[in-house]
Structure formats: structure tokens, C-alpha cells
């Protein structure tokens, strides 16, 4: 028996409307369950994939497809890192003929590849720019100024513990479940001695 071509044509265009509406609500539900994700977890970001492809939005997603989120918390974990060793540090003027104060003096490296000094006078609030920061999976926060290694010596009545490894302390004990933060000496190429760090590393 022949099949009827306008039978088959109806049900096609029912098939195809419900996998519409499928779709639709399928990414009405990604989107509310985002939402309530980034409430909950306040990421710095997040990176997705539908369908296996990564950055693709979220309406190319199949009606019965996949769609992944990995949030991103580094960012703010440097931020608070950098905040932490602010409020750690001595106010003594460091010893450069610049007068720049000790605490405002950093240097970062992601990934082993050195990114930027945080200096020239930043307050704590300024960090922010941290979140622009490209992903890694190592960052290394240290002052490679020689005050820096008598100050985590005990140097200063102001910071008798020294400044580094308290600040590890803090770091670890609020995000150590999402990242490994260790204290570490690290020596730069021609220097005499080793500088206090910082090392934060994604688990």
C-alpha cells in the first residue's frame, strides 16, 4: 500500500513543532538555572559548552542536547590575595630613592610568564582589574625587593610573622577547596637571595 505524501508532511510538521517548543524550553530552563547558579555561586565568569562546542551561545543548543558550565573563581581569589597582602604589609616607605610604599608593591606571574607589577600606589579597591586577567592555572603573587625577604624574616614590629606566609594562611582557609595556595621562597635570575611568594594554583 502507497503512503499518503500529505500524512507524511503532517507529521513531519508535528514532529518538527515539537521539537521547537522542546527547544525552547529546554533553553528557557539553561537560562533560569544559570541564573540561579551565578546567584548561589557568584562566580568571576564562566566558560560553556553546547554540544560539545566550546563558547557556542546558548540557543545553538540541540532540543535534547547537552549544555556544560565551568565557572571561573581565580580572578576573584587573586583579588582577595592581593587585598590580604595589602592589609598584611608594613606601612614602611620601601627603600627605593621612589619612596614607593611597601604594601602597594607586587609582582605577578601567570603561569611562570610575568604579567604585571600591582604598584604605583593601588589601594586595595583598585584590584579589580585583576578580573580581566587571562586564564591560567598557576599564579604567582611576590616582591623580589630585598626588604621583602627581612619583612617575612620577622623584620618589622609591624608585621612580626611576616607578610606572605599569614597571607597563605588566610587565602587557603577560605578558598582551599577550590584552590592549593602555598607559601614558597622563589630566586629571580642574578638574584643573591631568595623573595616571599605566593603560589595559587587550580585544583
Not at 557556542?56 to 535534547?64: C, G, N
Not at 600606589?121 to 591560567?136: I, Q, T
Amino acid at each position: 500500500m502507497a503512503r499518503d505524501p500529505v500524512f507524511d508532511r503532517q507529521v513531519f510538521l508535528m514532529l518538527r513543532g515539537a521539537e521547537q517548543e522542546v527547544k525552547r524550553l529546554f533553553v528557557q530552563r539553561i537560562h533560569q538555572e544559570l541564573g540561579r547558579a551565578k546567584m548561589e555561586a557568584r562566580p568571576a565568569g564562566w566558560d560553556q559548552w553546547m554540544d560539545g562546542k566550546e563558547g557556542a551561545p546558548i540557543e545553538s543548543v540541540s532540543p535534547f542536547g547537552v549544555a556544560v558550565f565551568e565557572f571561573r573563581y581565580m580572578p576573584e581569589i587573586i583579588c582577595f590575595a592581593l587585598d590580604i597582602l595589602f592589609a598584611n604589609s608594613p606601612i614602611d616607605l620601601h627603600p627605593r630613592a621612589d619612596n614607593i610604599v611597601f604594601r602597594e608593591f607586587r609582582q605577578l606571574f601567570v603561569d611562570g610568564v610575568f604579567r604585571d607589577d600591582v604598584s604605583d600606589g593601588m589601594e586595595p579597591s583598585d584590584f579589580r582589574w585583576v578580573l580581566d586577567l587571562p586564564k591560567g592555572t598557576e599564579y604567582l603573587l611576590t616582591d623580589d625587593e630585598p626588604y621583602a625577604g627581612k619583612l617575612e624574616r620577622g623584620f618589622s614590629d609591624q608585621a612580626p610573622n611576616g607578610v606572605y606566609k599569614v597571607s597563605c594562611d588566610t587565602v587557603r582557609r577560605r578558598y582551599g577547596n577550590l584552590v592549593q595556595v602555598q607559601f614558597q621562597w622563589v630566586r629571580s635570575e642574578g638574584a643573591k637571595r631568595g623573595a616571599p611568594a605566593m603560589m595559587i594554583r587550580e585544583l
